[in-house]
C-alpha cells in the first residue's frame, strides 16, 4: 500500500504549493523511492482548457492528452516522470462523475451529499493515481485553507488519515512568516490562524513549511512549534532563493526529507542532488549572457510561459549561458511598424503558441525581423504558424495569405482547421491534444537535433499547416523537416539557408527537463550565443576599422 503526503496551503495563495511538493517528490526519488504527484483544484471547471491565461496562466498537457494545472509541469519536471490525466483532479469532474452516477441510478434512489458521496470520490481518485509500484502519493490541495470550495477536499483527506493510520498518511502545511518592515520583525501570527483553521476541521499538520524573506530563528522556529502544535524539527525554513533548483537543495539542508521518511516510517539512504548541485552552479555562474525576444501577448504575465520559462534556464544551463528574456508585447510590434525597433540587439527570437487574432500581425512582423535579419528564430505552435504566413506572403508572393483561425475567407489559407475539427460546438478538450508521433526528415537540421528519426511530442491546437500549399512552399526553400504519418500532417518546418529557423507544430517545452535540456531548446540558445559572438565580433571588427 502506498505512503500519502498531503500539502495544504495557508494565509494566501500563490505561495509556491507547487514547488515545495515537486521538491519535496525529487528529494523522496533521489533517495530511491517510487514516487508519484497529484494536483487537487477546487474550481468548478473540469480542467483549465478553456480557461484564460489571466485566469490560470499556462496549461500543461500531459502525453495522454490531458489539460492541467501548470503545476503538473513543476511535478514532470521535478520528478522526470511522465503523469497522465490522473494527476490533475478538479472539483467540476469530481461533481460531472458523480452527477452521472447519480443519473444511472448508481446510488439506488438515496440522497447524494457532500458526505459521504463528493468525499468518496475525491478519495478514490487519490488512491487511483498510484500504481502497483508507487512507493508515496504527493497530493498537493489547490486553493488556501478558508476557502469554502476547497473543504470538500480537506474533509477527504482527513478521512483518509483516519482510514490509513498516521504512519501512512503525513500532513504538510505551506504558510507564510510575513516580515513587517516598519517593525522590523518577522511575524508569526498568520501561520497560527492558519494552522487554527485548518485543526478546526479536524486536520493537524504534522510539517510546517513557511516561506519568508529572512531567515527564522530558533526562537521564532519555537514559537511556532509551541502554538501550532508540532515539533521544533518540524518547522521548515523556506525563504526565497534565486532559482526554485535551489529549494530541494535549501529543503534538505533544514531536514525535510528526513523528518517525512521518518513520520512514514521509512529509511532510506542519502539522496543524491549531484545533478542538481550542477544545475544551480551553472544557473548561479554562467560564463556568458545571451538575449532571447519572446513575442507574445501575455508578455506582463509570465505564467502563461512557465514551461518556456523552464526550457530557456535548462538549456541555458547546458549552453553555460545565462539566458536573459526580454518580453517583446506583439502588440507593441504592430504599432511600431518595424519590429527592428523593439528586437533590435536581441540575439534570437522566439514566437510562442496562443489563440486568438490579438497580436497576430506582430508576431507575424517579428517572424519577417528574424529571417531577413538572421537573427535565430524558434517558433511553437502559432508561432509556426506565423512563420509560414509570414513565408507565403513575402517569399512566395501570396500576399492575402493567413490562417482561417484569424480570416476566415483568406483567399491563400495556408494555415486551416483540422478537417476532424470542425464544427465543434464545445470548446473544452476538443483539439489535438497529447502525444503524436513525428518522423524528422534525413538530413534535416531537425533530425540533426534530436539525433534519431522519430519523437513523439505533445500537441494542443485545432489548426495546422495546409497541405494544399507545401509544394509550393517547399519549391520556394520552406523545408517540412518533420511530418506525421497518420495524417500527412506538417509537425516542423525550417530554413537550411538560415543560421537558425525552425519552428514545430508541437509543445517541445513541455519534455524539457533540468539536467536534459529540450534538444530543441538547447540548439536554439546555442544559435543565440553564436549570433552573439559574431556581434561582439563584428563590433570589434568595426572599432578597430
Excluded at 494536483?39 to 498537457?61: A, I, R
Excluded at 551553472?282 to 549572457?289: C, F, G, K, L
Excluded at 489548426?463 to 507545401?470: D, F, S
Aim: net charge negative.
Amino acid at each position: 500500500m502506498p505512503k500519502y503526503i498531503f500539502v495544504t496551503g495557508g494565509v494566501v495563495s500563490a505561495l509556491g504549493k507547487g514547488i515545495a511538493s515537486a521538491s519535496l517528490g525529487y528529494l523522496l526519488k533521489s533517495r530511491g523511492l517510487t514516487v508519484t504527484l497529484q494536483k487537487c483544484d477546487p474550481y468548478l471547471n473540469v480542467d483549465p482548457g478553456t480557461m484564460s491565461p489571466f485566469q490560470h496562466g499556462e496549461v500543461f498537457v500531459t502525453a495522454d492528452g490531458a489539460e492541467t494545472d501548470l503545476d503538473l509541469g513543476h511535478y514532470e519536471r521535478f520528478i522526470d516522470e511522465e503523469l497522465t490525466r490522473l494527476n490533475n483532479v478538479t472539483a467540476g469532474q469530481i461533481y460531472e462523475a458523480i452527477i452521472a452516477k447519480e443519473r444511472r441510478g448508481d446510488f439506488l434512489g438515496g440522497t447524494v451529499q457532500v458526505i459521504p458521496h463528493v468525499t468518496n470520490e475525491i478519495k478514490e481518485r487519490i488512491k487511483e493515481v498510484a500504481s502497483s509500484d508507487t512507493d508515496i502519493v504527493i497530493t498537493e490541495i489547490g486553493g488556501t485553507v478558508g476557502d469554502i470550495e476547497s473543504l470538500p477536499f480537506l474533509e477527504a483527506i482527513r478521512q483518509m488519515r483516519l482510514e490509513h493510520g498516521a504512519e501512512n498518511v503525513v500532513f504538510v502545511h505551506l504558510t507564510l512568516v510575513p516580515y513587517i518592515k516598519t517593525a522590523g520583525e518577522l511575524k508569526t501570527k498568520p501561520t497560527q490562524h492558519s494552522v487554527r483553521a485548518l485543526r478546526d476541521i479536524g486536520i493537524q499538520p504534522d510539517l510546517l513549511v513557511c516561506r519568508t524573506e529572512h531567515p527564522l530563528t530558533d526562537d521564532l522556529k519555537k514559537k511556532i512549534a509551541l502554538f501550532c502544535n508540532v515539533e521544533i524539527e518540524a518547522v521548515i525554513d523556506a525563504r526565497d532563493v534565486a532559482s526554485i533548483y535551489e529549494v530541494p537543495l535549501r529543503f534538505h539542508e533544514d531536514g525535510l526529507d528526513d523528518i517525512v521518511l521518518s513520520k512514514l516510517g521509512i529509511e532510506n539512504g542519502a539522496p543524491d542532488l549531484a545533478l542538481l548541485e550542477r544545475l544551480v552552479e551553472r544557473v548561479r555562474n554562467p560564463s556568458t549572457e545571451t538575449r532571447i525576444a519572446i513575442c507574445g501577448k501575455y508578455v506582463d504575465l509570465k505564467d502563461a510561459y512557465k514551461s518556456i520559462i523552464e526550457a530557456f534556464v535548462h538549456a541555458g544551463a547546458e549552453n553555460d549561458t545565462r539566458v536573459r528574456l526580454l518580453w517583446a508585447d506583439v502588440e507593441e510590434i504592430e504599432r511600431a511598424g518595424d519590429a527592428g525597433t523593439i528586437l533590435g540587439g536581441c540575439h534570437g527570437v522566439l514566437v510562442p503558441g496562443g489563440f486568438g487574432e490579438r497580436g497576430i500581425e506582430g508576431k507575424i512582423a517579428a517572424v519577417g525581423y528574424a529571417r531577413r535579419n538572421g537573427v535565430p528564430y524558434f517558433g511553437i505552435c502559432l508561432g509556426m504558424h506565423a512563420a509560414v504566413i509570414e513565408y507565403a506572403r513575402n517569399v512566395c508572393g501570396l500576399t492575402r495569405a493567413h490562417s482561417t483561425e484569424f480570416d476566415a475567407d483568406a483567399s491563400a489559407p495556408v494555415i486551416d482547421v483540422m478537417a476532424e475539427h470542425t464544427g465543434i460546438d464545445n470548446m473544452g478538450g476538443s483539439m489535438r491534444l497529447g502525444a503524436y508521433e513525428c518522423r524528422l526528415v534525413s538530413g534535416s537540421r531537425a533530425r540533426q537535433v534530436f539525433g534519431v528519426d522519430v519523437v513523439h511530442e505533445r500537441h494542443r491546437h485545432r489548426y495546422e499547416y495546409n497541405n494544399e500549399y507545401r509544394e509550393l512552399l517547399e519549391s520556394r526553400g520552406l523545408v517540412s523537416s518533420g511530418v506525421y504519418p497518420g495524417q500527412d500532417l506538417v509537425e516542423i518546418v525550417e530554413l537550411p539557408d538560415h543560421p537558425w529557423f525552425v519552428a514545430c507544430q508541437f509543445h517541445p517545452e513541455f519534455l524539457s527537463r533540468p539536467g536534459r535540456a529540450h534538444p530543441l531548446f538547447r540548439e536554439f540558445v546555442a544559435a543565440a550565443l553564436e549570433h552573439s559572438k559574431n556581434e561582439v565580433s563584428e563590433c570589434r571588427s568595426t572599432s578597430s576599422t
